[in-house]
């Protein structure tokens, strides 16, 4: 592991275990304020809603997720300390809990549809992950326009990445990359310096699969040097073909086979 990569990143790509901290890594029982949330029994801290609550009231109230800062704890837990002191971490026993609930798991996938929207964009497909822009009358160029202007969506973005791939949802999260690496390849869309690096360095790395993460990673850079453009066409090509053989093919970004960028 590249120790260039951000300390909070290296401690996901670990797992969060650190040498014989059985506490972090290893954990059984505890807390289960996220597991109880997500069952719509525990009112999250400080808005007093249930899930089903925000879901509902909130999907499209771009003002509302805008501003308030204390939800995105809650809907999105992580095994790291966030700004709402109110919330809990994410525990291991949570997690187990948490994947083996077709109802918790459903309300995960509304509230990644519901941020989806939020940044302009919908998810096409829950098995591969391909991800579009919102159609009318929503306006998917006033929320990208949201997104550059609030940096703070960034890590919102880093948050819900690791939430995603915690509950086995990552095939979710190379489906938003690579959507947004079309958008920044193909349509000089979400490229600002601070986008590019928070994607670079943040969220391409929120993934533990080693063949997954190399190949994003692999594109990103083939793009960023002006080798590649990635156009929508390859990325759904891409995703069908995972969806197919269980994994990205090598040769989708080998010389041959890829869409360079005219000189």
């Not at 204390?70 to 291991?92: K, S, V």
């Amino acid at each position: 592991m590249s120790t260039n990569l951000p300390r909070d990143i290296r401690a996901f790509l670990r797992g969060y275990y650190q040498g014989n901290d059985l506490t972090t890594a290893c954990q059984e029982t505890g807390p289960s304020d996220n597991l109880e949330f997500y069952q719509n029994k525990l009112r999250c801290r400080p808005d007093g809603l249930l899930v089903d609550e925000i879901l509902s009231q909130w999907q499209g109230d771009y003002e509302e997720l805008e501003f308030n800062h204390g939800y995105i704890q809650w809907l999105f837990p992580i095994r790291e300390d966030g700004m709402n002191f109110e919330a809990q971490r994410l525990t291991p026993h949570e997690i187990s809990a948490m994947k083996s609930d077709t109802e918790v798991m459903r309300r995960v996938l509304k509230a990644y549809t519901m941020m989806l929207d939020f940044y302009g964009m919908r998810l096409h497909s829950e098995e591969t992950g391909l991800v579009g822009r919102v159609l009318p009358p929503q306006s998917y160029s006033s929320r990208y326009r949201n997104l550059v202007r609030a940096p703070h969506n960034n890590l919102r973005i880093t948050r819900m990445l690791k939430f995603l791939s915690e509950l086995g949802l990552e095939r979710l999260n190379a489906g938003l990359l690579l959507h947004i690496l079309n958008e920044q390849s193909e349509h000089a869309e979400l490229k600002t310096p601070f986008i590019r690096d928070s994607m670079d360095r943040w969220w391409s790395n929120c993934i533990r699969d080693n063949h997954e993460r190399e190949w994003i990673g692999r594109a990103i850079t083939k793009v960023r040097a002006g080798q590649l453009l990635f156009t929508r066409q390859m990325y759904e090509k891409v995703l069908e073909t995972r969806r197919l053989l269980g994994k990205f093919s090598c040769e989708a970004l080998d010389v041959n086979g890829c869409t360079h960028v005219q000189s």
